[in-house]
């Protein structure tokens, strides 16, 4: 396999703007063809949030200390894929992660995979060329393992973490097994959904022989926020993603693994992904007051109901006129706070997603849900609270799920997952 790029006009101007320049730097080029997603329309108005970076942005695959896409600042789009292997000698499983790492290292710098136009009229073209015209667009392409990589197939058993596994049955669980596990995971994460769609549609390619796709959930607009970022709305019209974490001191508290029963995990993390349907027209028809109540925070500005602004700091004790708690002790947020949680925090990075409509003309739509963590009993704990009492159950179903070691970034000329293999 060939993953070296064309030199052609094309690929190598894109190839000088993302070689190890990356980030908003390159914006200054953006009259040389890039034109930022932030650009302002003709009146003048921002088109999109300020907080999305320029489609020139192109980020490092290789040498970094974590893979992209959990630390890295939430791009619009995303697409999961999960795949089941079908091979059962590690060396197959190796050399796939290598070949996917090699092509992802190209796509996150705007470089095709190889020939988009083949010369001889009888090649087959090696990239389908969707993303040919397009810019790296920040895209990142986060590598994960899933348990089975760790059952009797590839003689890996003793390298599987202590504290990874499947996750268990979990309070309101819906799940539809064939939206549930997998043995490798793939999250692209682009500002153009063509080029996330481009860089899953050509490692699946790739995969052929080796893997195939188990299931999949195309995410539009970011339902999370990381660091310095506005805080988006999902489906349900609330902002999401006010308390995630945002501080470096919180990612190595809660999210990066320290490698300490397995080395090779070192500076990985855990991804866990669930799909979640929500029964919009339900919602949609529910009174405020309610909506607001199944969360604890108010919908036009996102505060706590014990507050006003969106990032006061909830105050569960709080009591209004009535007696009653200003949040709902059954609240979404009462539930999930930290602070009634032993201090239990996960990094959340979710993603609106549409189906269209179900045959009934019902909207089928939701949350592609995906936290990180370094222990994904963080999750089982969170969700087992919020699967039996929560109020939004009403409204939601947990229909696909999957979790997953995710290794740290390849050194330059390594892989992901490599020092698996040692
Ligand atoms: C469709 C499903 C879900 C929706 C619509 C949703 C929405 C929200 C919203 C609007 C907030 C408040 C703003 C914020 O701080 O981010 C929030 C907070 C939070 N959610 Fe969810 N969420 C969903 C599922 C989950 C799941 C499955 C978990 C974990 C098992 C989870 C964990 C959290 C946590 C930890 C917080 C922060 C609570 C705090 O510290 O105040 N959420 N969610």
Request: proline share 5%; hydrophobic share 40%; aromatic share 8%.
């Amino acid at each position: 396999m060939s993953t070296t790029s064309h030199d052609d006009g094309r690929f190598s101007r894109r190839a000088f703007l993302g070689a190890g320049i990356g980030g908003l730097a390159v914006g200054a080029l953006g009259g040389a063809g890039g034109v930022a997603w932030a650009h302002a329309d003709a009146d003048g108005a921002s088109a999109l949030p300020s907080d999305g970076v320029p489609s020139t942005t192109a980020y490092p695959f290789y040498g970094q200390a974590h893979q992209g896409g959990i630390e890295t600042p939430q791009q619009r789009h995303a697409i999961f894929a999960a795949y089941d292997l079908t091979v059962s000698d590690p060396r197959s499983l190796q050399v796939l992660l290598a070949r996917w790492s090699a092509a992802i290292a190209q796509f996150q710098r705007g470089r095709s995979l190889g020939a988009v136009e083949p010369t001889r009229d009888s090649a087959v073209p090696t990239d389908t060329g969707e993303a040919a015209d397009l810019e790296p667009a920040g895209l990142t392409v986060t590598i994960g393992l899933g348990p089975g990589v760790f059952d009797d197939r590839f003689g890996l058993a003793d390298r599987k973490p202590a504290k990874f596994a499947k996750l268990p049955a979990l309070p309101s669980d819906q799940l539809d097994p064939r939206l549930t596990g997998g043995d490798l995971s793939l999250q692209a994460c682009a500002e153009d959904p063509q080029v996330a769609y481009h860089a899953i549609r050509n490692l699946s390619r790739m995969a052929q022989g080796t893997a195939t796709v188990r299931w999949t959930v195309m995410g539009f607009g970011r339902a999370s926020a990381g660091k310095g970022q506005t805080t988006p709305r999902n489906l349900m019209g609330f902002k999401d993603g006010t308390r995630n974490i945002k501080e470096d001191a919180d990612f190595d508290a809660f999210v990066w693994h320290d490698g300490a029963d397995q080395a090779w995990m070192k500076g990985g993390t855990y991804q866990v992904a669930r799909k979640i349907q929500m029964h919009i027209e339900n919602w949609d028809s529910d009174f405020i007051a309610d909506q607001q109540s199944v969360f604890g925070r108010s919908k036009q500005e996102g505060a706590p109901l014990s507050g006003t602004h969106e990032f006061d700091v909830p105050d569960f004790a709080k009591k209004g006129s009535d007696g009653e708690l200003a949040i709902p002790a059954t609240s979404h947020v009462a539930l999930a706070a930290h602070e009634n949680n032993g201090g239990l925090r996960i990094l959340r990075r979710s993603y609106n997603f549409t189906d269209g409509m179900n045959e009934n003309g019902q909207i089928n739509a939701g949350l592609l849900f995906v936290a990180y963590m370094n222990d994904p009993a963080a999750f089982v704990t969170l969700q087992t609270k919020l699967g039996r009492v929560d109020q939004l159950n009403e409204y939601i179903a947990h229909v696909g799920s999957g979790v997953f070691a995710v290794p740290p970034a390849p050194a330059s000329g390594s892989y992901v997952g490599e020092a698996l293999f040692r």
